[in-house]
């Protein structure tokens, strides 16, 4: 069936340094890839979405980036800050489909 | 806050016992779905519906039953089959099908078997 693997499990870094988070899905028809942030205790959150007709897609700190013909998306966010810690699920849709998610990346950001 | 509302925050069950989970928007969407949240295993999808009176199983729809009689509602039942029901639920509703399809949340309900 359709799956979303996503890499690291867990990741951490020092305060302004960068932060990549990967991931690749087995449905070459999925095109819509949302990245969503969850604080502990808190909803996901939307923070960045990339469809399948684009490459990249920056806004201030945070990039997406998608290449269809690997079938992988990545997440890059820049100058890290200790309020980016939080859980980073990636997704990804067909049209008329549902929202497949990853198991999720744990993201520390040490002062 | 938001347009998607769920209820309660916290629910004790006692084993052998259903419970609801509510789940309501005000955002006039098509789509709503049910995930279930556990340590270490992302979101997992149990139930989702694309339209009022219609619903179809996700990936883990054992031991839980949905209805979908309201376009602003879309209640989850956790029943006594559910063998392992202490987990963190998310409700969550889109547009149906197009481009802009961003999945709200809702704040969640976290449930425990006592």
């Known amino acids: 069936g359709e799956n979303v693997e996503q890499h690291p499990s867990t990741l951490s870094v020092q305060e302004g340094d960068s932060a990549v988070i990967k991931c690749t899905y087995s449905d070459s028809a999925s095109n819509y890839f949302p990245w969503y942030k969850q604080e502990l205790g808190k909803r996901p959150q939307l923070i960045i979405d990339i469809r399948s007709n684009v490459g990249e897609k920056k806004d201030q700190r945070i990039a997406v980036t998608l290449n269809k013909t690997a079938k992988h998306f990545s997440l890059h966010i820049t100058e890290t800050q200790p309020e980016d810690s939080a859980v980073y699920f990636c997704?990804?849709?067909?049209?008329?489909?549902?929202?497949?998610f990853g198991k999720g990346t744990k993201l520390s950001v040490k002062p | 806050d938001g347009g998607i509302t769920q209820s309660p925050k916290y629910l004790f069950r006692k084993e052998g016992q259903n419970v609801t989970l509510s789940c309501e928007q005000n955002?006039?969407?098509?789509?709503m779905y049910w995930y279930r949240q556990d340590p270490g295993q992302g979101l997992r999808l149990i139930y989702y519906s694309q339209i009022v009176n219609d619903f179809q199983k996700g990936d883990i729809a054992e031991g839980y039953s949905v209805s979908r009689e309201k376009k602003e509602s879309f209640p989850l039942t956790v029943t006594s089959a559910q063998k392992n029901p202490t987990a963190f639920y998310l409700c969550?509703?889109?547009?149906?099908?197009?481009?802009?399809?961003?999945?709200?949340f809702g704040q969640g309900t976290r449930l425990t078997v006592v």
């Open positions: 955002l006039n969407h098509d789509a």
């Open positions: 997704a990804a849709k067909r049209s008329q489909g549902n929202l497949i």
């Open positions: 969550a509703s889109s547009t149906r099908g197009g481009l802009d399809t961003e999945a709200f």
